[in-house]
């Protein structure tokens, strides 16, 4: 993989992969201001899709069905990211459009997709999860960013004007790193040329991340959420943990295998599932932003297991804080934890997307291959230490449930 840096002063990691038909572009667009009004970045994500100064929304689909161009533009945590993916001879018809929608986004149809966006949003929280889930982000991010969840966006939404969006695209567009992974069966230096000539006028800037600092935890925290209707308990229950940046990250790759990860063979799953008999769900997930990071776990479970359940999580927690793993765990873990981490490059966009998220995060595109190296050495004293350090700490719990059930668990009076 070599490294450019073009013309416009973006960073461009760029990959020959022979023999495979289709070529895979990831660019990331830094966010480093908070929203004025919930929602505004997440709109914008939507209407790079609905017409440019050039074409219709309707133009856009068509030129993209009639050229087999994948287009996918997502709203995250930390960036505004867009993938596009086509044929290797279709790479210049693909970086026009591209270059269209970067450079001449119009965001008139601003009102149709936020109606479009409540509509959809609504469906979403009658889903029990996607509602609890919500709840939890909107407590162990509490102020934050990272917590904005459906209900924000729903309050805000319809707030939002025309001149917001376009000023805080336009924030992005001028004031925010920009880096640029391009993976496929091209010349690097072709593909480099075809940057050039196409994104001339996108530029990268390393300005300072305005955004709010992560505030921590100060008291163990419950949420609940009555929903009569919820056939099931909806629990998670999570910690604030560090960023991707953290020496211990390989570590805690490996706590999570252990602990909800690894499906059949993880903790919660054997523990909670199969001895017990709480839930057919319950899994743990970390994930790493760039300020924070947060870990949990989840089950959805009958209503009536609801303190069964919560009890279930202590113990495993208090079990994985206090004893050893064994050696043979432990290596099942390692193996896991690798064996799955091969999967991320399997195909020239999921290789685009992973190698150009690290080099946005300024860790480099050999990050992957040292993170693999780091997670073999990981010791069963790191695990407990790890383990001691961040799930010591208050945790946030978010319960949806019938009342009646919430009451018996004695989380609400």
């Known amino acids: 993989m070599e490294k450019y ?36 970045y997440y709109i914008i994500s939507q209407l790079m899709y609905q017409g440019t100064k050039t074409i219709t929304a309707e133009q856009i689909a068509n030129y993209l069905d009639e050229n087999a161009i994948d287009l996918c533009i997502e709203k995250k945590a930390d960036y ?8 290797n001879e279709d790479i210049e018809k693909a970086l026009e459009i591209f270059d269209d929608i970067i450079e001449n986004s119009t965001f008139e149809e601003y009102k149709k997709e936020a109606e479009k966006i409540k509509g959809e949003f609504l469906s979403d929280l009658d889903s029990a999860k996607i509602t609890a889930q919500d709840n939890y982000y909107r ?27 376009i000023n805080a695209y336009n924030e992005i567009k001028t004031n925010s790193f920009k880096n640029i992974c391009v993976i496929g069966d091209v010349e690097e230096t072709v593909v480099k040329e075809l940057l050039d000539k196409h994104l001339k006028n996108v530029k990268s800037v390393h300005s300072k991340d305005e955004r709010k600092k992560i505030a921590p935890i100060e008291n163990k925290t419950v949420s609940t959420v009555e929903k009569e209707d919820a056939n099931q308990a909806q629990i998670f229950q999570g910690w604030l943990f560090p960023s991707i940046y ?37 899994r743990s997930v970390y994930e790493p932003c760039a ?45 896991n ?23 946005f995060l300024g ?51």
């Open 5 to 40: 840096t073009l013309k416009n002063g973006i960073e461009a990691l760029i990959k020959r992969n022979k023999n495979t038909p289709r070529i895979a572009l990831a660019m990331y667009m830094g966010i480093n201001k908070d929203e004025t009004k919930s929602g505004i």
């Open 80 to 87: 505004i990211r867009v993938k596009l993916q086509c044929l």
């Open 139 to 165: 407590n162990i991010f509490k102020n934050h960013s990272y917590g904005t969840g459906r209900e924000e966006i729903l309050n805000d939404i319809n707030k939002i004007t025309k001149e917001d969006i």
């Open 246 to 282: 953290s020496n211990e990250y390989p570590v805690i790759i490996l706590l999570n295998t252990i602990l909800g990860s690894s499906g059949l063979s993880s903790r919660l799953f054997l523990e909670l599932r199969e001895k017990q008999g709480l839930a057919y769900t319950v």
């Open 291 to 335: 300020l924070g990071g947060h870990f949990f776990v989840y089950i959805g479970t009958e209503p009536k297991n609801i303190k069964t359940s919560i009890s279930g999580f202590d113990k495993e927690i208090t079990k994985i804080m206090t004893e050893y793993v064994s050696d043979e765990e432990l290596e099942n873990a390692k193996n």
């Open 337 to 359: 934890a690798i064996g799955k981490r091969q999967f991320y490059q399997e195909t020239n966009m999921s290789e685009a997307v992973l190698n150009g998220y690290y080099e």
């Open 363 to 413: 860790l480099g595109s050999s990050f992957e291959e040292e993170l693999t190296e780091k997670i073999k050495k990981v010791t069963k004293e790191e695990i407990i230490q790890t383990a001691k350090k961040y799930y010591a700490k208050p945790a946030v719990i978010s319960v949806l449930a019938p009342k009646k059930y919430l009451t018996d668990s004695g989380l609400i009076c």
